[in-house]
Each structure stands twice: as structure tokens, then as C-alpha cells.
């Protein structure tokens, strides 16, 4: 039951120039999708959200938009950096849920 | 910053035998999380836990499974007798709240590696 999917296992960018993470979802209730961050031996960091009601969320270099007709989300990260090669992971809530549900995640990996 | 604690780091133990996972959140919240990974799988919820019940709990936590605030700072979640499929990592987090506006505000700890054998 892959309610969130991630479909690139990895990704390699050169520093400098744009990573695109892609993230799909099938359950039209969830209403509120968040990206986090995880580093080797590290828990998953919190990094940016969006609410179904918003297409797009910009923080500094970290822009999610949101396509609810196609149930797609994105993180762009723009200039990338090597301090930014880790795991992605895309989730989900639906509700007032306590429940968030993950992607596989991402591997970025971002190099000089 | 304040932070999620787990201990231990990496705990090995036979099948058949009970593990105990501790955690402790960061002190001012009152929402307590148990998510785990198994290797190369997506992150999973497994229970939620406020004013000392469980809140929500997914179709993996079942009877062998139970968590426990046995004081003001640790959580724990403890495993009754542990199958081989249980191994993964395990993430303890903590909220201030709940819902939309606090998912974003969850803290994960660095997780305890189980491994059974």
C-alpha cells in the first residue's frame, strides 16, 4: 500500500545548479505534505511544508509546489550545495491525524 | 537546540527474546511518536501516544507491541518477543501538538537499530 511514492531511488546534481525531488501520492484526503531530511545515523529533519490549499512554498533555497490535479509534489533546491546531500523524504497527513506517511525517499547527492 | 534522545544506539537480540527501546523527548512536549524502517523500505508509523494512552496506532502494532511513559521524561516502546521481521530501525519523536499545525514541528530522535537474530 504505497500511498506516497518516490520514484527515484537517487538523484546526482552538481553543486551550483537545481535539484528537482518528485513525489507522488494516491489518497486524495491527505491535505498536508511536508519534506524532511535525513542524514546517516541522524533521525529525519524537518525541512518545508505545504497545505492542500497552497500550490507553492518557498523557503530560502527550498521551494515545494504542490499539482493536486495530478495528486505530484516537488522540492526544488536552488543553488545546490554538498551540505545538502542526504536522504529525502517526501510525506503526508491526512486530517488531524497523528499519522504521517513516508516515501522511500531520495538520495541526493551533490557534487563540486 | 533540544533534542529527541534514544538509547541504545544499536541493540542485538535473539528471536523469542523482549527488547526494551527508550526515549526520551524533548521535555515541553506532550505528543510522543514511534515510527521504524526497515532497511531500504519507507519510514512507517507505528503508534501515537498523548496525556498517557495511545492516541493511534497502525496495523504493525499489534498485541506484541506496547509503549509506556513510566515517568515525567522517558518513553518507551517495548517489543514482547521479538520475530526476525522486526528488525529495522526505530525512531522515537515528539510534538508540542498535533494536526496539521504541529506535523511540521515533529522531532525525530537518531533512531535505535534493532536487529534480531
Known amino acids: 500500500d504505497q500511498q506516497v511514492k518516490q520514484n527515484s531511488p537517487s538523484l546526482s546534481v552538481q553543486e551550483g545548479r537545481i535539484s528537482i525531488l518528485n513525489c507522488d501520492y494516491t489518497?486524495?484526503?491527505?491535505?498536508?505534505f511536508l519534506w524532511y531530511k535525513k542524514y546517516p545515523a541522524e533521525g529525519p529533519t524537518f525541512l518545508i511544508s505545504?497545505?492542500?490549499?497552497?500550490d507553492k512554498n518557498e523557503d530560502g533555497r527550498f521551494t515545494v509546489f504542490l499539482n493536486k490535479s495530478a495528486k505530484h509534489l516537488s522540492l526544488h533546491i536552488v543553488p545546490s550545495q554538498p551540505g545538502d546531500s542526504a536522504v529525502y523524504f517526501c510525506a503526508a497527513s491526512a486530517g488531524n491525524t497523528d499519522k504521517l506517511i513516508f516515501g522511500t525517499g531520495t538520495r541526493l547527492q551533490v557534487f563540486p | 537546540e533540544p533534542e529527541v534522545t534514544q538509547t541504545p544506539s544499536h541493540q542485538v537480540t535473539q528471536m523469542g527474546q523482549e527488547v526494551i527501546l527508550r526515549c526520551v523527548p524533548i521535555?515541553?512536549?506532550?505528543?510522543f511518536y514511534w515510527y521504524r524502517q526497515i532497511l531500504g523500505q519507507k519510514v512507517e508509523f507505528l503508534v501515537s501516544f498523548y496525556n498517557n494512552e495511545i492516541s493511534e496506532k497502525s496495523e504493525i502494532f499489534d498485541d506484541q507491541f506496547s509503549v509506556e511513559r513510566p515517568d515525567g521524561s522517558n518513553f518507551t516502546l517495548k517489543i514482547r518477543s521479538t520475530k526476525l521481521e522486526d528488525s529495522a530501525m526505530y525512531f522515537c519523536a515528539s510534538s508540542e501538538g498535533t494536526g496539521l499545525a504541529f506535523n511540521e514541528k515533529l522531532f525525530f530522535g537518531s533512531g535505535t537499530q534493532l536487529s534480531v537474530l
Open positions: 505545504i497545505s492542500s490549499i497552497k
Open positions: 521535555s515541553n512536549h506532550l505528543y
Open positions: 489518497n486524495s484526503m491527505f491535505d498536508y
